[in-house]
Structure formats: C-alpha cells, structure tokens
C-alpha cells in the first residue's frame, strides 16, 4: 500500500491544528526571525534526511546482496511487531473458506477500491478547520460572527480549534485501533512501510508532526520539507513517505493558505501563479518517482532528492534573503491584530 490512507485520517486533525498556530506565530514574528529558522530547518533536515538515505542505501545494497534471510525479515518483524508474530503463530494462515479467510478477502477487495470513504474524512476536517478560520474572521475576511480580533469572543472561537480538531483526532485514532486488533484478528498482513496503530503511536505520531507543521504554518513553508523528514525519521518506506506527505501538503498547505487569505496576509496574484506551479511541480514529481523506483528499484533515491532539495531550499533562502534584511534592517513583532502583508499595503 503507497498510500497510507489510516495515516491521513489520524495525522491530520493534528496537523492542521499546529498549522493553524503556526500562522498565529507568522503573524507576530518578524521577517528577519522567520528566515534564520528555515534557514536552520533546511540545514538541520537536510542532514537528518542525508543520514537516513545512507542508512536506506545500505539496506537496499544488503537485500541485493542477499543480505536478509526470510528468517532475519521474521526476527526484525518479531522485535518490531511482537503482538502480530504471537497472533500469527496461534492462527497461523486462514484455511480456505474458513471465516477469518472470507474476512481477509473482503478487507483485501475493500482497500483495492479507491477510498472515498477516507478523503470525505479528510475534506471534513478540511472544511471544519477553514469554518473556524471564518467564524473568526481577519483583515482578509471579515469574522462570520461579528467578533473583533483581541475580544473574548475572538480567543473563544480560536481556541474552540483544540476541543473540535482534538476531538476528531482522538476518534480516529480509537478507530484505527479497533481496525488495528480486527485485522490481527483474521491474520491481514501489513504491507511494509504501513503503521499498525496502538495507543504509543495515536499519542505520539499526531504530536510529532503537530510540531512539524508549526513549523510549516510559522515559516510560511508548504509542509513537504517538514512532512517529508518526519516520515524518514518514522522509518516510513520512501515510497509511502512520498505519497502519503503529497496527501498531507495538499489539505495543510491549501487550509493554511485559506487562513492567511482571513487574516489578509496573502497576494492572490502571486499565489496563484506559484500555487500552479506547485501543483504541476507535485504531478510531475510523484510520476517521476514512480518511474525511477520502477527502473532502478532503489528507494533510497527519492530520499537523497529530498536532501538536495533541503540543501538548495536553505541556500536559496539565504542568499536572496539576506540582502532584503540588510535593507529592511531588523523589525521587532508585530501586533496580533494589525494589519500585514497584503492588508498593510491597501491602507
């Protein structure tokens, strides 16, 4: 499985939820600020990404060498996966038309169709997130509710965010445990890559990349240079990693975009072009993976660009932006409530 639907539905409330405080914090802190910390979050995740893509390439380079026996594969699985070995060597395979075999052959029919089922989850939470962003309102938009920014009833609808996103988090995660022990149940085998859900992970893994997508919502980044390490350092298979990132970027990236057009930060004009190149630059990029994995069968590849892109991102950033700072000179924070970007330069 590339992508990892169970992912999505679990990962994202959380995500949204720290990018929504990430375009608080955008807001506040000055420009000069905001460009030393992608510049250090390029660096850092550039060298985190490079050692796991040493570490992917020499796994590859032993499975070609024929480095991992069956037996090695099932103790690496025994360690990682205790609970699921017990379970399989009191079952062992499902006879045929046993009830747990027709169980199996249904749940393989059901994840072969296209989940519709998981994206309506997605564009729920989506639409949940940017009906908050509304109810608040900003100098973009103006709030649905008729609050001011700075009042009590502002902070009451900007808080309401962590009851309602928590709350959609804590019931996918339960869900996605249930799933978890039914599949064991009936024998379902995981593809690599794939997270068996347990209470550690729905804790952990939203938490995690809570963080991360601050950072993204903070430094005005799409989310792929956060997202993408993340998944590395989760030892998501690049394959799924890639993937199930692309799925993250599109609803974080573009719920982010929809509350910096609320606040009244964004040129439309400029995002639109870029905001098509990024959308064409993400097709050509997931086919292009397809085909360099399908013809070099090395996975590690996609996580070496991943560092490159790191690297040239950070480079980039430092010698275009440098100057403007040197010019502009260096600013204090701004107000919560005043007015930028697109906003300050109507008045």
Not at 67 to 93: P, Q
Request: aromatic letters at 10%; hydrophobic letters at 50%; proline letters at 3%.
């Amino acid at each position: 499985m590339v992508w990892t639907r169970r992912a999505d539905i679990a990962l994202l409330p959380a995500t949204l939820l720290g990018s929504t405080a990430g375009v608080f914090l955008n807001k506040l802190c000055p420009n000069w600020l905001i460009m030393a910390l992608l510049v250090s979050l390029c660096a850092y995740s550039g060298q985190r990404t490079v050692q796991q893509a040493f570490k992917r390439r020499a796994k590859e380079n032993k499975e070609a060498a024929g480095g991992y026996s069956i037996i090695a594969t099932g103790e690496r699985d025994a360690v990682a996966h205790e609970e699921e070995v017990e379970l399989t060597e009191v079952h062992g395979t499902p006879a045929k038309g046993s009830p747990t075999q027709g169980a199996l052959d249904a749940e393989l029919v059901t994840e072969a169709k296209f989940p519709w089922g998981t994206l309506l989850q997605l564009c729920r939470t989506w639409l949940v997130v940017m009906g908050l962003s509304l109810l608040k309102g900003g100098h973009g938009a103006p709030s649905l509710l008729g609050v001011k920014c700075g009042t009590l009833g502002y902070w009451g609808v900007v808080l309401l965010n962590f009851p309602v996103l928590g709350g959609l988090g804590w019931m996918a995660g339960r869900a996605l445990i249930r799933d978890h022990g039914r599949k064991l149940g009936f024998g379902y085998s995981y593809a690599e890559g794939d997270v068996q859900w347990d209470d550690q992970k729905v804790r952990q893994y939203p938490a995690i990349v809570a963080v991360g997508a601050i950072a993204a919502g903070l430094l005005g980044v799409g989310g792929g240079m956060i997202l993408g390490p993340i998944f590395n350092e989760l030892e998501f298979l690049p394959q799924v990693s890639s993937a199930t990132s692309t799925i993250m970027v599109f609803f974080m990236s573009s719920a982010t975009v929809g509350q910096f057009v609320v606040f009244g930060m964004l040129d439309l004009k400029y995002a639109s072009f870029y905001g098509a190149v990024g959308v064409v630059g993400a097709i050509v990029g997931t086919k292009g993976a397809k085909v360099l994995i399908e013809k070099t069968g090395r996975a590690s590849f996609l996580i070496f660009f991943l560092a490159a892109v790191l690297f040239g991102s950070g480079l980039l950033m430092a010698a275009t932006g440098v100057p403007l700072i040197m010019e502009a000179g260096f600013t204090g924070f701004r107000p919560l409530c005043g007015r930028a970007g697109a906003a300050a330069r109507v008045d």
